[in-house]
């Protein structure tokens, strides 16, 4: 493998998308010798097989066979997801005043919208043509700077850096695209679409898209001594950068008699309900069908191959920020750079307790490295992950844990070039060991 951090900021330059977060896993699982296998077909497993099914294209389920049937070895389980918010764009979206067009957009999730000003977006996603028979789905991605929203001059708001911003959703966050009288976003995905060369359509043969903003400006290494990144979307493709390379890794070691599993959701930022979000049955029906297709009529297969089965949730964590750190519970700080963190949750906000966050302070222990532990103070919030969804809609026991970060749902956020690799080492020894859980 290259280097992890350049690596892993090539992962996020080609995933600005959660549909282009698949498609470029995809790749890499096909370079890996991993074959589609059809949600359609009748599954036939075998030892060793590397299989990978997509779902409603964000979201991805890679798998190898282990030595034993499923449910007599289990499966061992990586979850992350490919969504990050961002601005949205709405079906009817042209909108014509003061000289100006503009882009009616909706925030995705809970998007820092004040970091979408003066950035160099650009829009990606997919657009549903008219086909011949039934509607296609194609990538689109602009990959150039063609938006802007612009902050509001200091001189027309006096007080703000006193007073804070305050940014109305629906007004304020309208990026221009061109001035009055510019084509129609219809328009300019026709002609992107042909200058890509993809097909030869007209405005009429859009049906729908979803499309997205984000920021071209490309993922870097930084800090005095290249102790950083910054990036965009770093939660959470990230974890799904390393889920990815525990995979990849471990395909090629010798098989274990647990099957390994890599699940990647979409909808994580919007409650994971969906179809093909965490609490949709997507891993539930592939493990069971994992089990089936290992050897059918295996009796109360399904049942025994869930005991044995343990599930690594894996999303970015909150590391202490240095100008708010009274935030932070005081010894639960994370550091950028420190390495991975334990989430911790004693209301179920994260899936961890003294069994599984035991057990992934273990697979550390064994490669030398010392986990960090986060729990949000007492009187504040706390956010989630799909670890307890997945857990609820499985039984299966599960850890969440994630890289420290800072500036979680900016535009542009920042994590440490130090943890990469040892996310990755921690979640291939996961995947390939031998002993029981
Ligand atoms: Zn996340």
Same mark, same amino acid.
Not at 15 to 22: D, G, K, R
Not at 67 to 95: Q, Y
Not at 390 to 405: E, H, Q
């Given at each position: 493998m290259s280097d992890p951090v350049v690596d892993l900021l090539h992962f996020i330059d080609r995933s600005?998308?959660?549909?282009?977060?698949?498609?470029?896993?995809?790749?890499?699982?096909?370079?890996?010798?991993?074959?589609?296998?059809?949600?359609?077909?009748?599954?036939?497993?075998?030892?060793?097989?590397?299989?990978?099914?997509?779902?409603?294209?964000?979201?991805?389920?890679?798998?190898?066979? !282990?030595?034993?049937?499923? =449910?007599?070895?289990?499966?061992?389980? +990586?979850?992350?997801?490919?969504? *990050? &918010?961002? #601005? $949205?764009?709405?079906?009817?979206?042209?909108?014509?005043?003061?000289?100006?067009?503009?882009?009616?957009?909706?925030?995705?999730?809970?998007?820092?919208?004040?970091?979408?000003?003066?950035?160099?977006?650009?829009?990606?996603?997919?657009?549903?043509?008219?086909?011949?028979?039934?509607?296609?789905?194609?990538?689109?991605?602009?990959?150039?700077?063609?938006?802007?929203?612009?902050?509001?001059?200091?001189?027309?708001?006096?007080?703000?850096?006193?007073? !804070?911003?305050?940014?109305? =959703?629906?007004?304020?966050?309208?990026? +221009?695209?061109?001035?009055?009288? *510019? &084509?129609? #976003? $219809?328009?300019?995905?026709?002609?992107?679409?042909?200058?890509?060369?993809?097909?030869?359509?007209?405005?009429?043969?859009?049906?729908?898209?979803?499309?997205?903003?984000?920021?071209?400006?490309p993922s870097v290494v930084s800090g005095?001594r290249g102790e950083f990144i910054h990036a965009p979307r770093i939660?959470?493709l990230a974890s799904c950068h390393a889920?990815l390379n525990a995979?990849?890794g471990?395909?090629?070691?010798?098989?274990?008699?647990?099957?390994?599993?890599?699940?990647?959701?979409?909808?994580?930022?919007?409650?994971?309900?969906?179809?093909?979000?965490?609490? *949709? &049955?997507? #891993?539930?029906?592939?493990?069971?069908?994992?089990?089936?297709?290992?050897?059918?009529?295996?009796?109360?297969?399904?049942?025994?191959?869930?005991?044995?089965?343990?599930?690594?949730?894996?999303?970015m964590?909150?590391?202490?920020?240095?100008?708010?750190?009274?935030?932070?519970?005081?010894?639960?700080?994370?550091?950028v750079g420190r390495g991975p963190?334990?989430?911790?949750?004693?209301?179920?906000?994260?899936?961890?307790?003294?069994?599984?966050?035991?057990?992934?302070?273990?697979?550390?222990?064994?490669?030398?490295?010392?986990?960090?532990?986060?729990?949000?103070? *007492?009187?504040?919030?706390?956010?989630?992950?799909?670890?307890?969804?997945?857990?609820?809609?499985?039984?299966?026991?599960?850890?969440?844990?994630?890289n420290p970060m800072?500036?979680?749902?900016?535009?542009?956020e920042m994590a440490g070039t130090a943890d990469v690799e040892p996310m990755i080492a921690?979640l291939?020894?996961?995947?390939?060991?031998?002993?029981?859980?």
């Amino acid at each position: 493998m290259s280097d992890p951090v350049v690596d892993l900021l090539h992962f996020i330059d080609r995933s600005p998308t959660p549909y282009h977060a698949v498609a470029e896993s995809v790749d890499r699982l096909r370079a890996a010798d991993f074959r589609a296998i059809g949600e359609g077909e009748v599954w036939d497993l075998a030892p060793g097989d590397r299989r990978y099914l997509v779902r409603h294209e964000g979201s991805l389920v890679a798998f190898q066979v !282990g030595e034993t049937s499923p =449910a007599e070895g289990g499966f061992r389980i +990586i979850g992350a997801h490919t969504d *990050s &918010p961002n #601005l $949205r764009v709405k079906p009817r979206p042209d909108v014509d005043g003061n000289g100006y067009r503009q882009l009616g957009v909706e925030p995705y999730g809970g998007a820092l919208l004040h970091s979408w000003l003066d950035r160099d977006l650009s829009l990606a996603g997919r657009v549903t043509l008219r086909g011949a028979s039934e509607p296609r789905s194609v990538l689109i991605d602009f990959a150039r700077p063609i938006l802007r929203i612009p902050n509001l001059a200091i001189h027309l708001q006096r007080e703000l850096n006193k007073e !804070g911003l305050k940014l109305n =959703a629906q007004q304020h966050m309208a990026p +221009i695209i061109g001035l009055e009288g *510019s &084509p129609d #976003l $219809r328009e300019l995905l026709v002609s992107e679409l042909r200058a890509q060369n993809q097909v030869e359509i007209d405005s009429g043969d859009v049906l729908a898209f979803d499309l997205m903003t984000y920021d071209v400006q490309p993922s870097v290494v930084s800090g005095v001594r290249g102790e950083f990144i910054h990036a965009p979307r770093i939660d959470n493709l990230a974890s799904c950068h390393a889920g990815l390379n525990a995979l990849i890794g471990a395909s090629s070691a010798s098989l274990s008699q647990h099957t390994r599993v890599v699940v990647l959701y979409d909808h994580e930022e919007v409650g994971s309900r969906s179809a093909n979000g965490a609490a *949709s &049955p997507l #891993l539930a029906e592939v493990l069971e069908r994992c089990v089936c297709g290992f050897k059918s009529g295996e009796p109360q297969g399904i049942e025994r191959a869930l005991s044995r089965s343990t599930l690594i949730s894996a999303d970015m964590a909150h590391a202490v920020h240095p100008n708010y750190s009274d935030l932070h519970e005081p010894e639960h700080r994370p550091v950028v750079g420190r390495g991975p963190v334990i989430k911790s949750n004693a209301n179920q906000s994260y899936a961890s307790d003294a069994q599984t966050a035991g057990l992934f302070a273990g697979l550390c222990d064994r490669l030398g490295i010392e986990p960090q532990h986060f729990v949000s103070r *007492s009187d504040l919030g706390c956010g989630s992950t799909i670890g307890p969804i997945t857990a609820a809609r499985t039984g299966i026991r599960t850890v969440d844990v994630g890289n420290p970060m800072l500036s979680m749902h900016s535009c542009r956020e920042m994590a440490g070039t130090a943890d990469v690799e040892p996310m990755i080492a921690v979640l291939h020894s996961f995947l390939v060991g031998q002993a029981r859980l």
